[in-house]
């Protein structure tokens, strides 16, 4: 910078001000070079008299006017003035910068080092050629300046730099580009750019990229909040974050996250939508998108997979993220999608979870009007289990006899689930109750004694049917337990006090207590389930589930701390859905006291229906079929007494742990083959002698298995026609023993999946 003109000004006999213009650049180098100079400062900050107050401009004349006995040298600098001035405005700085170019500065000097307000000098040397002529204006020759500024409330506490003195005193010390200071005061002439931060969000935005973020998506009490937790993380949000359980969050905590304290809840949306691209693609994302604020983001998080098909590219992924994030909702935020889902019949069901109660009856609710849907081992996994069909082979049982019950159990479960009885199963059933097949079976109180070796539990499950089996054996698949079944029939009439002797037997310390939830369920009185014309939908099944589910798991529980080496289940009766269905009233009247809805009656003679069954040595008549005897009142949710195979049937269920010294090798794997019409042949290796037989369960199918010597055995799986892999089961006896994974390739090396799957 040339110094040459103020030099010379020092040097002159001018005792009135100099005006000295610059730029940025050269106003630090004069502060620079000022150091080595024998000249006082005047610092404009000084005529503060609060640190966010103006310059008291007649401190200023006060000091220019005393300048020659109150410095230490006459020569003297004032610094601060010109940019004060610039935000002033160009009235006030014209004003000022005409007012001091006549001041008489007595024996001192002073030198206005000024930038940003050239113009105004400009203008004040046209109206005043004399201070040209006289040497007291110098322009620099650079005189750009980058100066601009956010002003933010103090209240908001932003920015280090805290009213306008210490503004001043970074402006005096040579400051450029962007400066941002918390003060009350308002420059709205000023000649700088001037940003103002008038609320927290545009606090917050200000230092943080807050493009996904509209202000609308919060109060000014939550930026408020937001922002104080800023400040004191040093604006750091990944601390903030962090430290609220945001950042590492897992599925399971996000309705705890999103229904939290109500700033915490807000603050995680807001997490959320700042890192939206962390979820492109993703269910999460897709409704963060679509969402406006908290509310209609929680709205969306239930809601907006309605708008998704289930034959969409995304679908799958979508809905089974939103199952994760959706697994700890209560049923009472989950009801209100439930019915707004209702309005699209065929993609309804398609959106709904085995998360919460509400959604399986509604899921049963749907099946019981349209159907099966395709993927309800998805859906609905339990429900899928319990109306797969289960095969009544084994045991000992006739062929044609397990047959025909493994179709009856079939055709059963689902007119059950579909809430109807057709006039094919009526007829059966009717036939059933003259033939009265179930006498084959051995009765069940044998089957319990033959259990008892004092080392085995009982667990009575009051009310538990055979048409359960298939999902019990499920349950038992998932919790690595080995299950045998065997089943037995009841006593007539099928009450609880003809059929309790089999667990009043059984020895004190070795019982489980009853549960009679599973009954209760099927009474309405003591269920709490009422159905009407409105209602008619058999969702008590998804309960029924439930309680059973929690059977097994205290079963697996108890095997698992070895407090007995099996447990077996056996039950008293059955229950049957269709009798309640069939509508079916006797002529003759009941005197039961209104128990059993008619299913059952004392004894008494003359009695000539078809299908009632004396049984005089214990003083009731039974029915078989699906009528009931007038006079007692109606069940409208599940009945026994009588004498359907559903009511008279009963599984006796033995688990106990899987025997890991029992190992099932496939032999030569890499060999299967699949074969459209005649699916795979399996090798398997057994490493125990084994004599009992054994077969292989493969979707709800057992396949015989051909002996080749003690430990080597054959079996051919029609059903597995194209290549994959595939769990199975494997089963000695009737018991589930193992389970095990085929891989299965195509027929040929020149045929392709694509190809095989074509069939």
């Known amino acids: 910078m040339n110094m040459k003109p103020m030099e010379d000004y020092f040097a002159s006999k001018i005792h009135k001000p100099f005006y000295m213009v610059v730029g940025d650049k050269e106003y630090r180098e004069a502060i620079d070079s000022f150091k080595s100079r024998a000249i006082s400062i005047l610092h404009i900050n000084e005529c503060c008299k609060n640190f966010d107050k103006l310059p008291d401009l007649d401190v200023m004349r006060e000091k220019l006017e005393t300048a020659d006995v109150s410095f ?5 600098v004032m610094i601060g003035l010109g940019e004060y001035l610039a935000l002033c405005g160009d009235k006030r700085a014209n004003d000022i910068l005409g007012e001091l170019k006549d001041y008489n500065l007595g024996n001192a000097q002073v030198v206005l080092l000024l930038r940003c307000v050239e113009p105004q000098v400009r203008a004040l040397v046209k109206n005043d050629k004399r201070l040209i002529e006289s040497g007291r204006v110098a322009f620099g020759d650079d005189l750009t300046t980058s100066l601009h500024f956010r002003f933010s409330d103090p209240g908001l506490g932003i920015y280090k730099i805290n009213g306008v003195k210490n503004l001043l005193k970074v402006l005096e010390n040579g400051a450029d580009n962007e400066i941002s200071v918390n003060t009350v005061m308002k420059f709205k002439d000023s000649l700088l750019p001037i940003q103002l931060v008038r609320n927290s969000y545009e606090a917050i935005s200000k230092n943080l990229n807050m493009d996904e973020v509209p202000k609308e998506y919060g109060t000014e009490s939550m930026w408020e909040k937001m922002l104080t937790d800023l400040r004191n993380k040093n604006f750091k949000t990944d601390m903030l974050f962090k430290e609220y359980g945001f950042t ?56 907006d997979i309605i708008g998704v098909s289930h034959t969409s590219a995304e679908y799958q992924e979508f809905y089974k993220e939103r199952k994760r994030l959706l697994s700890h909702y209560p049923e009472a935020e989950i009801a209100p999608f439930v019915n707004e889902n209702r309005v699209n019949v065929s993609e309804s069901v398609y959106k709904l979870t085995d998360n919460t109660m509400v959604e399986k009856q509604e899921i049963i609710i749907w099946v019981a009007n349209n159907g099966i849907p395709e993927n309800l081992g998805n859906l609905y996994p339990d429900l899928a289990a319990y109306i797969n069909r289960y095969p009544f082979n084994g045991n000992g049982l006739n062929d044609a006899f397990a047959a025909r019950i493994t179709t009856y159990f079939e055709k059963y479960k689902e007119l059950k689930l579909r809430n109807r009885l057709n006039d094919d199963f009526s007829k059966e059933v009717d036939k059933l109750a003259l033939e009265r097949i179930y006498n084959r079976l051995p009765k069940r109180d044998e089957l319990v004694k033959e259990k008892n070796d004092g080392f085995t539990q009982l667990f009575w499950i009051d009310a538990l049917g055979v048409e359960y089996l298939g999902y019990i054996v499920e349950l038992a698949r998932r919790r690595g337990l080995k299950v045998s079944i065997e089943i037995g029939r009841a006593e007539l009439p099928t009450i609880t006090c003809e059929n309790n002797a089999f667990f009043y037997n059984w020895p004190e310390d070795l019982r489980h207590p009853k549960e009679e939830e599973l009954d209760e369920i099927k009474h309405k009185e003591k269920g709490g389930y009422y159905y009407s014309t409105q209602n008619p939908y058999p969702i008590h099944l998804a309960k029924e589930l439930e309680i059973i589910e929690k059977a ?5 529980t108890t095997l698992g701390l070895r407090k007995y080496d099996r447990v077996v289940i056996a039950s ?23 128990k059993h809805s008619g299913r059952c009656c004392k004894f008494f003679p003359g009695c000539n229906l078809p299908f009632a069954i004396d049984e005089e040595d214990r003083g009731y008549i039974v029915l078989a079929d699906y009528g009931r005897f007038k006079g007692s009142r109606a069940s409208n949710v599940e009945v026994h007494g009588g004498a359907s195979l559903e009511e008279v049937i ?15 090798t496939v032999v030569d794997g890499e060999k299967i083959k699949a074969d459209y019409k ?12 084994i004599r009992d037989n054994l077969t292989i369960g493969y979707e709800n199918k057992r396949y015989q298995s051909e002996r080749i010597d003690d430990n080597h055995f054959k079996v051919d799986i029609s059903d597995i026609k194209k290549a994959g892999t595939y769990p199975v089961d494997v089963y000695l006896g009737n018991d589930l023993a193992s389970h095990i994974q085929i891989d299965a390739a195509g027929k040929s090396a020149a045929m392709n999946d694509d190809f095989d799957d074509l069939f």
């Open 248 to 303: 590492d969050f897992q599925d399971a905590d996000f309705y705890d996250l999103l229904y939290g304290e109500e700033y915490n809840s807000w603050l995680f949306h807001i997490y959320l939508v700042m890192n939206v691209k962390a979820y492109e693609g993703k269910y999460l994302g897709y409704v963060l998108k679509k969402s406006k604020d908290l509310d209609s983001f929680k709205k969306g998080i239930l809601c």
């Open 552 to 556: 097994v798991n205290d079963i697996a």
């Open 572 to 594: 008293d009766h059955g229950a049957s859905r269709l009798a309640v269905l069939r509508h079916k009233e006797e002529k003759y009247e009941t005197d039961t006291q209104g």
């Open 678 to 689: 005649k699916g795979i042949t399996v090798n398997l290796y057994v490493n125990k002698t």
């Open 650 to 664: 009963v599984p006796i269920i033995t688990f106990s742990l899987n025997d890991s010294s029992f190992v099932v």
């Open 72 to 76: 230490s040298y006459n020569n003297i």
